[in-house]
């Protein structure tokens, strides 16, 4: 069945995504147990072995893995090109994936497994990039999602990179830009790039496809993505010449908030008033997706002596209230 570019013939077998999809709990559960052993201590500091390693087991472990698995899905609905990988290459990736996260989270606790994370989570992401980039540079149809997808798998390219060249620090003291400035280009592109563009490009059709609102405008499906390639790019820059990162951080995060703002309005303007779990699913996330953007714009322009205890507490407590006005 074609409509529109889009063809439900050639979507994988079930086993494909759901290896995926049933790896991903396991990273949960292992992160959640490390939440539970490093207790109140894990807050101390972004830097600390168990902050880094719990990052990294829901970052890739959990949500690349969902993410992976997804896209082997939505492929030939989307695109009308599926996501071709013979089954012996598809377990290999897969068990990279898997053996070099953990490995990775290892090596943050001082054991000598950075080696193995940098050859398994090279060759697995490097070829998954590949893969898809490759399908959708020769077969890919859907324009209006054909692009943001492609954005989304090179900025996954660039994640993994910038994370190779973070281990390859560990490894043999090559760090080619100084401070903390390719840490925090490597964890925005991966938040704002890989994950942000993916659900952008993927919402852009789903949501009027499977909830019956109207469509997103042409002109915002181009300016979105755009746009946060923008504000990337500017954080490359910032990042290579030691320059500051807010302004180009601010502008990502204001593209996140206008996002998220078109994507409740699309929803409310939907046919189909009943009750929807999948809706308020989208709901709440792009709620969440405003707070957060509304707190990366705001927390470094609050004095540092408020950001104390105190300052949490109030946090908490507007948040705790917001919470209660949105349900």
């Known amino acids: 069945m074609r409509l529109t570019g889009l063809n439900f ?36 500091g972004r830097w600390l072995p168990a902050s880094l390693a719990i990052t990294h087991l ?22 009308g090109a599926p996501i071709t990988i013979p089954p012996i ?4 990736m897969q068990a990279s994936l898997i053996l070099g996260t953990l490995a990775l989270s290892a090596g943050f606790f001082g054991l000598p497994t950075f080696s193995a994370s940098f050859v398994l989570l090279g060759l697995s992401l490097g070829y998954f990039v590949i893969s898809l980039l490759g399908v959708l540079l020769r077969k890919a149809g859907g324009q209006q999602t054909r ?34 400035s390719l840490t925090n280009f490597h964890a925005s ?15 852009f059709q789903v949501i009027p496809m499977f909830h019956v609102t109207p469509e997103f405008p042409r002109h915002w499906r181009i300016a979105l993505p755009g746009l946060l390639v923008v504000g ?29 703002v078109i994507g409740l309005h699309r929803l409310r303007q939907r046919k189909r008033k009943l009750p929807d779990t999948v809706v308020s699913y989208w709901q709440w996330a ?6 957060g953007c509304v707190l990366v714009i705001s927390m470094p322009l609050i004095p540092f002596h408020l950001q104390g205890r105190a ?15 949105l349900g």
């Open 189 to 203: 592109t991966g938040i704002f790039g890989w994950v942000l563009l993916l659900i952008m490009a993927v919402s």
């Open 58 to 79: 829901v970052a890739i472990g959990m949500m690349a893995m969902i993410m992976i698995g997804s896209l082997f899905q939505i492929m030939p609905v989307l695109c």
């Open 147 to 180: 692009g943001p997808i492609m954005l989304a798998g090179l900025a996954l390219a660039v994640v993994v990179l910038a994370g190779l060249l973070l281990l390859a620090g560990y490894l043999w003291g090559y760090f080619p830009f100084a401070g903390k």
């Open 89 to 92: 290459p598809l377990f290999l």
């Open 232 to 260: 990337l790019a500017s954080l490359a820059v910032a990042s290579v010449f030691q320059l500051s990162l807010y302004y180009s951080t601010a502008l990502i995060a204001a593209v996140g908030i206008l996002y998220a």
């Open 286 to 291: 792009y709620s969440c997706l405003i707070c």
């Open 9 to 44: 013939d050639d979507i994988p077998q079930l086993d494909v995504p759901l290896r995926f999809y049933l790896t991903a709990p396991l990273f949960a559960v292992i992160a959640s147990l490390m939440l539970i052993w490093q207790g109140d201590a894990i807050w101390l």
């Open 311 to 325: 300052g949490q507490r109030s946090l908490l407590r507007l948040l705790s209230a917001w919470d209660l006005s």
